[in-house]
């Protein structure tokens, strides 16, 4: 059976995805929550993929210098209709995206790498 890998992004996701990056990290920079979970929360939104038709969005999120952000995504899936509602008005699209979010763990396993890379028994094979 022969496996299908998932298509390319078209560019119209790429350009949607970069506008809601680009509206959520503005509402993040703001801290426009009543959410107390999220009111102090230093939050980066470093990437989102949206689905096909445009109706499912699922942002990815960090916190700078802190590894911490799971716990706050139950906060951010609450403050999700709001953010939601933002998008609706920033935004010139028919339907306003459902959004999930993910912890964003490509800086740790470059750290991890990095990390390996650097051990002794690595570093004694390169040489």
């Known amino acids: 059976m022969k496996r299908v890998s998932p298509a390319a992004p078209t560019q119209r996701q ?3 995805s970069e ?3 680009h509206v959520l990290a503005g509402i993040f920079a703001r801290n426009e ?4 979970d999220l009111a102090t929360a230093v939050i980066t939104v470093t990437e989102v993929r949206i689905s096909p038709d445009l109706r499912r969005a699922t ?28 998008l609706a008005h920033a935004l010139r699209l028919r339907v306003a995206p459902d959004l999930s979010f993910q912890p964003d763990l490509t800086l740790e396993e470059a750290t991890k790498i990095n990390r390996l890379l650097h ?4 570093a004694r094979d390169l040489d």
């Open 59 to 86: 942002a990815f999120v960090a916190r700078l210098g802190r590894t911490d952000i799971d716990g706050l995504l139950p906060a951010l899936k609450r403050a999700a209709p709001y953010l939601r509602g933002q």
């Open 19 to 21: 506008e809601i990056r």
């Open 33 to 36: 929550f009543r959410d107390p």
């Open 119 to 122: 051990a002794p028994e690595v």
């Open 14 to 16: 790429l350009r949607v």
